[in-house]
């Protein structure tokens, strides 16, 4: 896992306990869910878009 052991997670996450409360990190984790799902969604499916053309040059 990106070279960490569990003693670095560990301290990690009480950091993480410290600096949101316990009561916020439910709260953080879905929205930083829900980001991450919208961006996995936009990678694999792009909508077509208009790319910028200077047409003035």
């Not at 070279?3 to 930083?32: H, T």
Request: aromatic share 8%; charged share 30%.
């Amino acid at each position: 896992m990106f070279g960490l052991g569990w003693p670095e997670v560990l301290v990690i996450l009480g950091v993480v306990v410290l600096i949101f409360g316990s009561k916020r990190i439910p709260e953080v984790g879905s929205a930083l869910g829900k980001t991450l799902r919208g961006f996995k969604e936009e990678i694999e499916s792009p909508e077509e878009t208009e790319d910028f053309v200077d047409r003035d040059a």
